[in-house]
């Protein structure tokens, strides 16, 4: 029988041509279009479609308009995988963004990321874009996959324009990033139309310590004397407007800073000898690491709000804490020394019978509910 290897025989031939003429599916990387008013804010998403291909990582750039703003997150099915959020500022008006793992999982088709678009107040009714740009993606193995982005056009509507908007959405846990009810003491990032300078903040009508001030983000602290058993109003006063929003108050509403922007992975923790715990520097089993948190309801005694904690302060509600699923001893729960009233420092001793890795989950629980999932470095 002829060899095709070295002499092209007519079926072999006929085979390679329709391979070769086969087309080669990309995956899709998409925001879908949308329309808003001057001053509004929409919430939409970026997804991927893999059309058939093994996607493990993404990096993309976006790009948009001067009449827009950005602000995003990880979408839930992100969140909930094992992939990470990078992102770092190419501009003005530009961001890059790497999903990453410690693994080869690969990503899941629908929503990566909540993507927050800020119409500017000023904007004149048109159109304006958000472009992804420099798309790339890679497979379990490092290899590239192809990968197709295209424009979003945002179609600005000719509306009386709204000078604050702050949208249900846009209320979240500044440690997991995550929407939802509101706890006292809670240090929280609200995404809307908000101005440059710095506003005023209450919560039921109590002012509420800032932060953080920025075009269309700030960062404030829940009052600490807001009642947990009623919903009560939030409200942003600037000299140019103002916007109320009613939000949902429960006593706790925990989760644990992450040294990502995505508000997942590996946790802003010391180590016992206060190094940063990273897979460079992992905590030994035994030893006692630091959590930081935000959302673990009332502390004894109560802090004055706004004020940097100066003596330990533990929280009413026990925390217990697991590691790998296995049970953790909790040395101290409550204010943290030198910070501002709202974050809580958690110590906890990491058992023994954890195995070595460089992504171990850790949970606290304080009452009936759970933090996010950050991980820890165990060597």
Same mark, same amino acid.
């Given at each position: 029988?002829?060899?095709?290897?070295?002499?092209?025989?007519?079926?072999? *031939?006929?085979?390679?041509?329709?391979?070769?003429?086969?087309?080669?599916?990309?995956?899709?990387?998409?925001?879908?279009?949308?329309?808003?008013?001057?001053?509004?804010?929409?919430?939409? *998403?970026?997804?991927?479609?893999?059309?058939?291909?093994?996607? *493990?990582?993404?990096?993309?750039?976006?790009?948009?308009?001067?009449?827009?703003?950005?602000?995003?997150?990880?979408?839930?099915?992100?969140?909930?995988?094992?992939?990470?959020?990078?992102?770092?500022?190419?501009?003005?008006?530009?961001?890059?963004?790497?999903?990453?793992?410690?693994?080869?999982?690969?990503?899941?088709?629908?929503?990566?990321?909540?993507?927050?678009?800020?119409?500017?107040?000023?904007?004149?009714?048109?159109?304006?874009?958000?472009?992804?740009?420099?798309?790339?993606?890679?497979?379990?193995?490092?290899?590239?996959?192809?990968?197709?982005?295209?424009?979003?056009?945002?179609?600005?509507?000719?509306?009386?324009?709204?000078? #604050?908007?702050?949208?249900?959405? &846009?209320?979240?846990?500044?440690?997991?990033?995550?929407?939802?009810?509101?706890?006292?003491?809670?240090?929280?990032?609200?995404?809307?139309?908000?101005?440059?300078?710095?506003?005023?903040?209450?919560?039921?009508?109590?002012?509420?310590? #800032?932060?953080?001030?920025?075009?269309?983000?700030?960062?404030?602290?829940?009052?600490?004397?807001?009642?947990?058993?009623?919903?009560?109003?939030?409200?942003?006063?600037?000299?140019?407007?103002?916007?109320?929003?009613?939000?949902?108050?429960?006593?706790?509403?925990?989760?644990?800073?992450?040294?990502?922007?995505?508000?997942?992975?590996?946790?802003?923790?010391?180590?016992?000898?206060?190094?940063?715990?990273?897979?460079?520097?992992?905590?030994?089993? &035994?030893?006692?690491?630091?959590?930081?948190?935000?959302?673990?309801?009332?502390?004894?005694?109560?802090?004055?709000?706004?004020?940097?904690?100066?003596?330990?302060?533990?929280?009413?509600?026990?925390?217990?804490?697991?590691?790998?699923?296995?049970?953790?001893?909790?040395?101290?729960?409550?204010?943290?020394?030198?910070?501002?009233?709202?974050?809580?420092?958690?110590?906890?001793?990491?058992?023994?019978?954890?195995?070595?890795?460089?992504?171990?989950?850790?949970?606290?629980?304080?009452?009936?509910?759970?933090?996010?999932?950050?991980?820890?470095?165990?060597?």
């Amino acid at each position: 029988m002829t060899n095709c290897a070295k002499r092209i025989h007519p079926y072999c *031939s006929a085979l390679l041509l329709v391979l070769t003429s086969l087309p080669v599916y990309s995956a899709v990387l998409s925001v879908p279009n949308q329309a808003a008013g001057p001053g509004q804010v929409v919430l939409t *998403s970026a997804s991927i479609s893999s059309q058939g291909q093994a996607v *493990s990582g993404l990096q993309f750039d976006l790009q948009w308009d001067q009449a827009l703003d950005l602000k995003l997150v990880l979408a839930d099915p992100l969140r909930q995988s094992t992939k990470l959020l990078f992102t770092a500022p190419l501009g003005t008006r530009a961001l890059r963004c790497l999903i990453i793992g410690m693994n080869q999982d690969l990503l899941a088709d629908g929503q990566l990321l909540k993507v927050w678009v800020i119409v500017d107040p000023r904007a004149a009714p048109g159109s304006a874009q958000l472009v992804v740009r420099n798309a790339i993606a890679t497979d379990p193995n490092g290899n590239a996959v192809p990968l197709e982005a295209s424009a979003t056009n945002i179609t600005i509507q000719d509306a009386a324009p709204v000078t #604050i908007a702050l949208p249900t959405t &846009g209320v979240l846990n500044a440690a997991s990033l995550t929407p939802g009810p509101v706890s006292p003491g809670e240090i929280v990032t609200l995404f809307g139309n908000l101005p440059d300078t710095t506003p005023q903040v209450l919560f039921g009508g109590i002012p509420a310590p #800032i932060l953080y001030a920025g075009p269309n983000q700030v960062n404030a602290v829940v009052p600490f004397g807001l009642a947990p058993d009623a919903p009560a109003s939030l409200e942003v006063r600037t000299s140019s407007g103002s916007a109320t929003l009613p939000v949902p108050v429960v006593p706790v509403t925990p989760a644990v800073f992450a040294q990502g922007s995505g508000g997942t992975g590996q946790g802003a923790i010391l180590n016992q000898d206060l190094t940063v715990n990273s897979p460079d520097h992992p905590a030994a089993p &035994g030893s006692i690491v630091v959590l930081y948190g935000t959302g673990f309801g009332m502390l004894d005694p109560q802090p004055a709000d706004g004020q940097v904690a100066g003596r330990a302060a533990a929280t009413r509600l026990g925390v217990t804490a697991s590691v790998a699923g296995i049970p953790a001893e909790v040395t101290y729960a409550g204010a943290a020394p030198g910070l501002v009233a709202g974050v809580v420092q958690v110590n906890l001793r990491v058992p023994d019978a954890v195995s070595p890795s460089l992504a171990v989950p850790v949970t606290l629980t304080i009452g009936q509910v759970a933090t996010p999932g950050v991980t820890l470095a165990i060597r």
